[in-house]
């Protein structure tokens, strides 16, 4: 590893010096640009990531001397990447600096790609509010440049993160949406009934201990998926509301026990389903205040 250090060092001052000299019969940006490669190539060999991610940097500025928009926003690309191993805000900074020039040059693929790497990142770090904003920008190229599948993994994404942040409606629309979008396609026909799910545990959730939201949007997953009032998902959430409704949490406590021994729940159903069943518990306790 030490020789790898040594030898991006020395490709390092070669390409600096390269900068500091004459270019009479080529460009001294583009012969930089070879030795600044080389240097950040033997650096992450050695798993010296600072030192690659910072030659990234300087290999981008002389792509961007030399009028080479893509490779620099590759380069930037490559500097983040070697930055996310150790500094994940300097990690996101040039990965937004590949974005802007990759939407400059009309690459919204790329730029797609590397957004959802940074709501990935802020994902990972357990920053959902963030997560939601580079997923939502991720959606809008992905679905300009029609690649439905890829947006739509983003906004399970951020229906996900808005549920567990308690912005149900907003999470609820877009399960929604994707229920609707996947019955027309063969291929994605067989996970509606997991979102029409999800939507109606968002709705037990915004009905704040009140089974009227999620029998309306019961009424409205009937018309959209007929197939669905004979699933175990519907009769899960049917389950559900009627205990709601008796305020029985060993009604609702069995209904999703009984679901679970057949198709486990996540922890994400998990979390929103105690939620739900912490309501009711409130709600008897206020009916037993009154009495």
């Known amino acids: 590893m030490a020789n790898q250090i040594a030898k991006g060092e020395d490709f390092q001052k070669q390409a600096e010096k390269k900068l500091t000299g004459w270019g009479l019969f080529t460009s001294k940006h583009e012969d930089a640009a070879e030795l600044f490669d080389k240097a950040a190539n033997a650096f992450k060999l050695a798993k010296s990531w600072e030192q690659a991610g910072a030659v990234y940097v300087k290999l981008a500025n002389c792509h961007l001397k030399s009028d080479s928009k893509h490779e620099a926003a590759t380069a930037y690309a490559d500097a983040a990447h070697s930055y996310k191993k150790i500094q994940a805000k300097e990690s ?48 809008d190229l992905f679905q300009s440049e029609d690649v439905t599948t890829s947006a739509n993994q983003c906004r399970q994404k951020i229906a996900q993160f808005a549920a567990q942040l308690e912005q149900y409606q907003k999470a609820i ?37 009140d089974s009227i939201a999620i029998n309306n949007g019961l009424e409205r997953y009937q018309d959209l998926d ?51 069943k912490d309501m009711i518990k409130a709600k008897e306790l206020e009916e037993d205040d009154l009495t």
């Open 226 to 276: 007929p197939t669905f009032a004979g699933s175990r998902e519907y009769r899960l959430l049917v389950d559900l509301a009627e205990a709601i409704d008796e305020e029985d949490i060993d009604k609702f406590t069995g209904a999703l026990k009984e679901y679970d021994s057949m198709t486990q729940l996540d922890a994400w159903k998990t979390t929103l389903l105690l939620r739900v």
């Open 92 to 139: 996101v900074s040039y990965l937004e600096e590949s974005v802007n020039l990759f939407m400059e040059i009309g690459r919204l693929n790329m730029a797609a790609k590397y957004y959802k790497e940074i709501a990935e990142i802020y994902e990972s770090g357990e920053d959902l509010e963030k997560a939601i904003i580079y997923y939502e920008r991720a959606t």
């Open 173 to 209: 629309e877009i399960y929604e949406d994707i229920a609707r979008q996947s019955l027309s396609n063969n291929l994605l026909k067989y996970g509606v009934k997991g979102h029409l799910l999800n939507a109606g545990i968002c709705q037990l959730c915004k009905g704040n201990g």
